[in-house]
């Protein structure tokens, strides 16, 4: 008899953002005519910038060149993406990582979701919540929680992110092994400081513990005293990986690039105490489940780092970063209490209602998707996630369709 992984019918009935779906398609076959604007998924509607493009057709080119064409790659990704990574990323900042220190992938989401493997079933973890759902999904479905009560699983450490500690959680109050961060942070908008993450550093240092950091939206900082990477904080390469993305800074969410940056000081241990370097354990994960990011996909990222590419990838973020600014203003305007909107695409409004209430409000009345906040954790009810990711003509209409709304 063939039997199932039990774990996955502990996760709610679906996914978050397929709930949405589900409503926006409902809607919208009820109502065909109605224009919906989407600010609700974080995904880019700008297109790929130039540099990149161009790169993109010259690669493809090459693989239909006899001489120059590419079979499998390299599953730690191509070493002329890996040192322009290492430089500019980091090097550049003063930050001490080598090329052999990154590994190349299709997603953040995934490496969120898939270095999960290399950790026992034993271990305590902390998740903040609210939270990028994929962190505690993945978790379930390995059978590291208890049964789901009350929106929060058993057998997690949740940190708490509320208005009253600026969104960035305390320490724990007991010990934990595993921890997940995300700054700027998905859903808030909220940025930690140096000294915020210090603190988590030395607490991961004096408790063995692990930080997996989430800087998928680094590139939208624009104030100078606050971190691009956790390893800016001394000692932090000892107990922290941390996950890049393409996709939000450069548009590459439908060709898919990423990276995660494993230090080799980074260790982990074994039941006896024994301490092992986390790097090869995670190559061994990749290259055993993974074949690489394709030749063209990787000479479009490198092609981020080039003058014209930093450029564009420049006014890409700004262009989004205005419409945040512009989100922010109308809904404060309107009375609501916002999170986020600099250094962040994302705006966390406050309201009275119930999160789901609220979307649909906004829907029906206004023809916007929102995301409702209760769906990342229940710090998240009362509040829904505003994303600046579309057009700048969109998004004014959308906050004059709301202030019309009345809502």
Not at 88 to 114: L, M, Y
Not at 385 to 391: E, G, K, L, T
Not at 393 to 407: D, G, L, P, Y
Request: charged letters at 25%; aromatic letters at 10%; one cysteine or more.
């Amino acid at each position: 008899m063939i039997t199932v992984n039990e774990h996955y019918y502990k996760l709610k009935a679906s996914y978050l953002f397929s709930d949405i779906a589900e409503r926006v398609k409902n809607y919208s076959n009820a109502d065909p005519d109605r224009e919906i604007i989407r600010l609700g998924i974080g995904d880019v509607t700008s297109p790929l910038p130039r540099a990149c493009i161009e790169a993109f057709h010259k690669a493809v080119d090459e693989m239909a060149d006899e001489a120059t064409f590419r079979g499998y790659g390299p599953e730690q990704g191509y070493a002329f993406l890996r040192e322009k990574i290492a430089k500019n990323d980091f090097q550049d900042r003063g930050i001490s990582i080598s090329p052999d220190e990154i590994i190349v992938s299709d997603g953040a989401k995934c490496d969120t979701g898939n270095i999960q493997e290399l950790f026992s079933d034993t271990i305590t973890i902390a998740i903040p919540d609210p939270v990028y759902p994929v962190y505690v999904d993945t978790n379930v479905m390995a059978g590291r929680t208890g049964a789901n009560a009350d929106g929060r699983y058993q057998g997690l450490v949740y940190l708490e992110s509320t208005a009253a500690n600026g969104f960035v959680p305390a320490l724990p109050s007991a010990k934990v092994d595993l921890i997940y961060l995300c700054f700027p942070n998905n859903p808030t908008g909220a940025t930690a400081t140096k000294d915020q993450l210090k603190e988590w550093v030395d607490y991961a240092r004096e408790n063995k513990a692990l930080i997996l950091f989430d800087a998928a939206y680094e590139s939208f900082i624009r104030d100078d005293s606050l971190p691009h990477s956790i390893f800016e904080i001394e000692g932090a390469d000892e107990v922290a990986v941390e996950f890049r993305s393409f996709s939000k800074n450069a548009g590459f969410t439908g060709t898919r690039c990423a990276y995660t940056v494993v230090p080799k000081k980074c260790r982990g241990f074994k039941q006896n105490g024994e301490a092992v370097e986390m790097l090869p354990l995670w190559l061994r994960r990749q290259s055993t489940k993974f074949n690489g990011v394709s030749y063209p996909i990787q000479r479009a990222a490198e092609a981020v780092y080039t003058e014209a590419g930093r450029r564009q990838v420049r006014e890409l973020t700004d262009y989004y970063l205005k419409n945040a600014a512009l989100i922010l203003e109308k809904m404060t305007g309107l009375g609501y209490t916002c999170t986020g909107g600099r250094n962040s695409p994302y705006i966390w409004i406050k309201s009275d209602m119930d999160s789901w209430d609220l979307f649909d409000l906004l829907l029906q009345k206004a023809g916007v998707v929102c995301t409702p906040g209760s769906g990342f954790g229940t710090c998240g009810e009362s509040y829904i996630r505003i994303s600046a990711f579309n057009s700048h003509a969109n998004v004014e209409k959308a906050m004059q369709r709301i202030s019309e709304a009345s809502v």
